[in-house]
């Protein structure tokens, strides 16, 4: 069963970048059609971030078009959310998902002066 670990989460100022990063074990993301980050605040579901497909498809949630990338690297079995210029709103619990089905622990990010 893949076991997903999420990392790179802190607290950040407005205007400021993190990178987070999903490394997953027992098994290989290359068998993994899509991978994806989803973020939750407290009170609110699971929203989605952005998702990516082996396949080189990528979807982002509006709110984040255009500051967040996401990328994937098989060879290393993990799972990249590049997140420039945020907000106060960006704050949230990040997680990495596969299908919607398996979860990371999640990571915390807070954006605030």
């Known amino acids: 069963q893949v076991q997903l670990v999420e990392s790179g989460g802190g607290l950040v100022q407005p205007g400021g970048s993190l990178n987070l990063t999903c490394t997953a074990s027992g098994g290989s993301l290359a068998d993994i059609w899509s991978m994806a980050w989803f973020r939750q605040v407290p009170g609110n579901e699971r929203a989605l971030v952005a998702a990516?497909?082996?396949?080189?498809?990528?979807d982002y949630a509006d709110a984040v078009k255009g500051r967040f990338r996401i990328s994937r690297d098989n060879t290393k079995n993990k799972v990249f959310l590049q997140m420039n210029s945020l907000k106060a709103e960006d704050t949230a619990v990040y997680y990495c998902?596969?299908?919607?089905?398996?979860w990371g622990q999640g990571t915390q990010v807070t954006v605030s002066s």
């Open positions: 998902s596969i299908a919607s089905a398996y």
């Open positions: 990516v497909t082996n396949g080189g498809s990528i």
